[in-house]
């Protein structure tokens, strides 16, 4: 396998390079022979936010490897631009490729807290964490415009419910009083993605994204108010990242960090050719090293679908970066936890216009 080590074709300000082809289309727009056109076709042009009207927000989780019954996205596509995206594949099932459609088309959804407050209504709902959010960034660059993950953490509230969150945008820092009303009620836990700690990788792998800096200050604003905080360590790619996570959890539990999670990255179906694209371009000296890695950590695959093992990898390489892990873990966060969510809250406040009564 050979790469091109002309990085002057790199575009920044997107992860993909490219949209890949959508597998559930018959046709695609293409530049074939852009020596011909007077401009390049723009691929990489702004940002379009398209409404979408669901008939539901919450969706339960069919994964035996997420530890959460139920999910819900307020937004589809997500403008960090992480070039490892499991998510992005899902792009494709709305009409859009999984590479730079997935970072420059978002798909919002408006009725969001009201579809929620829907759900929490039904008399056959039992109360069960809900993770903000199971596909894409809840606190993407979108909702400083949409503010859709705060109406429905406000919605939460008020029904006292239990959520999870993971982000790795510092616009989390918004919402800690709501954040802090449900902490004091054992309703949130909060998870903060650092992949790394170096800002060249960090720009190239997740090019608008938080610095890890700043994450980092997030992780230790979170923990000042008491808000259960920890990192994850996620995706871990080795040959690019894998050194960093002693590094990492050190400095997350230096900031505040009750627990640390993590997962290997694996390349599914579009992903793996907008991430073998990238790398031929990001890091053409490190591309070969980092694919064969990365196959070790998956069976000789660059992708797995395998309930149990996708997340976290199988073989030596796998063990390895584990055992790594673990002992970062053992070192800096072994006495630490976060608190038991307290379901016995939920209740269902009356609606607009009722009045509550008292028994």
């Known amino acids: 396998m050979t790469f ?30 852009i020596e011909g056109l007077d401009e390049e076709l723009n691929l990489h042009g702004s940002t379009q936010f398209l409404m979408e009207y669901p008939k539901k927000i919450v969706n339960r989780v069919e994964s035996p490897d ?18 490892y995206c499991y998510a992005r594949n899902t792009h494709a099932y709305w009409g859009y490729s999984a590479g730079i459609d997935f970072e420059s088309k978002i798909l919002v959804k408006p009725e969001a807290a009201a579809l929620l407050e829907q759900t929490l209504r039904k008399k ?21 415009r949409f503010k859709l993950t705060r109406s429905l953490l406000e919605v939460l509230l008020r029904f006292k419910h239990p959520v999870s969150i993971i982000t790795k945008n510092q616009l989390i820092l ?6 802090s009303d449900l902490s004091s009620l054992n309703l949130v836990h909060v998870m903060i993605s650092i992949t790394s700690l170096d800002e060249d990788v960090r720009l190239k792998l997740e090019p608008r994204t938080a610095t890890a800096v700043n994450r980092l ?5 979170l923990s000042k108010k008491n808000i259960p905080v920890g990192v994850m360590v996620a995706p871990i790619i080795p040959g690019l990242n894998s050194h960093e996570i002693p590094s990492i959890i050190e400095m997350a539990a230096n900031a505040g960090a009750r627990q640390a999670g993590m997962t ?10 907008i991430f073998k694209d990238w790398i031929s371009k990001a890091y053409p000296e490190k591309a070969e090293k980092v694919l064969n890695l990365i196959a070790a950590c998956h069976g000789g695959s660059l992708s797995d679908s395998r309930f149990g093992t996708r997340m976290k990898g199988v073989g030596h390489e796998a063990e390895s970066i584990r055992q790594l892990f673990k ?3 053992r070192k800096h966060l072994s006495e630490r936890k976060f608190p038991d969510y307290d379901l016995t809250l939920f209740h269902r406040p009356p609606m607009h216009g009722q009045t509550e009564l008292i028994f």
């Open 174 to 179: 918004r919402d800690i009083d709501i954040l």
């Open 264 to 273: 290997i990255v694996r390349l599914n179906d579009a992903v793996a050719d």
């Open 4 to 33: 091109d080590r002309n990085t002057d074709n790199f575009k920044k300000g997107r992860g993909a390079q490219l949209n890949t082809a959508n597998k559930f289309l018959k046709q695609e727009l293409v530049t074939e022979h």
């Open 66 to 83: 997420i530890p959460s019954d139920y999910s819900m996205n307020p937004y589809q596509g997500c403008e960090h631009g992480c070039i």
């Open 124 to 144: 056959s709902y039992e109360p069960a964490p809900i993770m903000l959010s199971g596909n894409t960034d809840c606190y993407q660059p979108a909702e400083r």
């Open 217 to 221: 200050k997030v992780i230790e604003k």
């Open 327 to 329: 002992t970062a873990v």
